[in-house]
């Protein structure tokens, strides 16, 4: 009894789900945490013989799992949920969502928006996100702030928009960004052409530069549409992949978003080069871009991460329906019902986001020495009654508002529900306040 090792925190759990090794149900054991890390993942009887935590919690209906990793996101974009919806791409592009950024985006919305959608992807269970947005150190400072973890993209292109005019000033924001913001354990970055359509071949050649100079990922949208790959044809005579692989840039660093428009030689290719892949499966769904091969790509070896992509396309961050949906989704594209597993739905949701991001040695499962980015879920409520499998449950029965308790690098940011250090009531209002001002944006249909 007297030799007994402290934790800063010790976590009892009926059911502790690690992602790693893969398919693991642990029953009745304890996570003890340590200086923001995992310090052990043991039996909870063996659990109470060798360590005390500072705080200790008993979890006796919860699964703990690691913090989910939304490895697409555009979270400012959350002011804009549901101001249009059910519309052809373009119009909803070109009429809503790009005359209200211009009209709402500056450094406090961008804070703003962000603030109101970490609310969201905290209480639901996501603990990092990777943003692919304009405005990098508001960015970088709203994550630290807020105490979740997040890859903030450095966002390029060849259009105009609130953040610069053109290529050449939206890599010089990318380089001073870079420069500027100071290390931190929860922020990592990568840079972040918007598609092969909206950038030139010039900058893909700097893009390719400065990922080695930096040693940076690079987060792209790709394959995402028909219009894309016809466009692509008639300029280059080629389909992006085609002539991003002859300009040397399909490796594991470049992640590829999207990649619904796929030919089985292109799943070839992007295995054989390592690609990692984002499936966005409610945004496909809700912009009508149709299914992407995932059922093929996890059998050629991808890895396949999940995203939810921006709040105006979804509409919401809920990492555990867009585990849902993929899986569905899944079975009924390739027509078997063994297609996509929960086991492999949660992989996607955690692991593979982590090891697409290159942030794999410090998140994405409960292994001992990474960082305690860690949820609880309590399977308590008759959403998920009886229990015989809980990570049946979690993809597929789960009411995201059963995530009771989240960590990030071992700090406790919900609390049996609430939030112990963001101020939601405070966040809301200001959300409320930029709505205003994008109301005249709003789709009008059926308003009197
Ligand atoms: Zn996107």
Excluded at 291 to 320: E, K, Q, R, Y
Excluded at 329 to 354: C, D, R, W, Y
Excluded at 380 to 393: A, M
Aim: proline share 5%; hydrophobic share 45%; aromatic share 8%.
């Amino acid at each position: 009894m007297h030799n007994k090792q402290t934790a800063d925190t010790l976590l009892h759990a009926r059911w502790v789900l690690p992602v790693a090794p893969k398919n693991i149900v642990l029953e009745q054991h304890s996570v003890a945490i340590k200086a923001g890390r995992i310090a052990e993942v043991l039996p909870t009887e063996q659990a109470k013989q060798r360590w005390q935590g500072l705080t200790e919690l008993d979890l006796s209906e919860h699964a703990l799992i690691p913090g989910l990793i939304n490895a697409h996101a555009h979270t400012p974009m959350n002011l804009f949920r549901g101001l249009a919806d059910d519309l052809p791409l373009m119009e909803w592009l070109n009429q809503h969502i790009w005359p209200a950024e211009l009209a709402i985006y500056r450094p406090e919305s961008i804070a703003d928006g962000m603030r109101l959608a970490i609310l969201e992807m905290l209480a639901s269970g996501t603990t990092c996100f990777c943003d692919h947005f304009f405005f990098h150190d508001t960015a970088a400072q709203t994550v630290i702030e807020t105490g979740m973890r997040a890859n903030i993209g450095l966002w390029i292109g060849n259009v105009p928009t609130v953040w610069g005019k053109n290529e050449t000033e939206y890599f010089a924001k990318a380089e001073t960004s870079l420069q500027q913001n100071k290390p931190h354990p929860l922020v990592s970055w990568s840079l972040a052409p918007h598609s092969p359509y909206m950038v030139t071949y010039e900058a893909f050649q700097k893009i390719k530069q400065m990922s080695a100079e930096f040693n940076l990922p690079i987060h792209i949208h790709m394959h995402e549409s028909t219009a894309e790959i016809a466009g692509s044809l008639k300029k280059y005579n080629k389909r992006p992949l085609e002539w991003l692989d002859e300009l040397g840039l399909l490796s594991s660093r470049f992640i590829c978003v999207h990649m619904v428009q796929l030919t089985p030689s292109e799943i070839e290719l992007v295995a054989a080069r390592q690609v990692p892949v984002v499936h966005s499966p409610e945004s496909n769904l809700k912009l009508a871009n149709g299914f992407a091969p995932i059922t093929a790509l996890l059998a050629a070896g991808v890895t396949v991460a999940l995203g939810t992509d921006g709040a105006a396309s979804n509409n919401d961050l809920n990492m555990f329906g867009e585990m849902r949906t993929a899986a569905l989704l899944a079975k009924g594209v390739s027509q078997s019902a063994t297609a996509l597993p929960a086991p492999q739905a949660l992989e996607m949701a955690t692991i593979n986001g982590a090891k697409a991001f290159g942030l794999d040695k410090e998140i994405g499962s409960l292994e001992i020495g990474k960082a305690a980015d860690i949820v609880a879920v309590d399977l308590s409520s008759y959403f998920t009654q009886p229990v015989y499998n809980p990570l049946s449950h979690l993809v597929y029965a789960i009411n995201r508002q059963q995530v009771s308790d989240v960590w990030v690098a071992g700090k406790q940011l919900l609390k049996n529900g609430e939030f112990t250090e963001l101020d939601a009531a405070a966040i809301i209002a200001k959300a409320k306040h930029w709505a205003k001002q994008a109301l005249p944006f709003r789709s009008q249909a059926g308003f009197i």
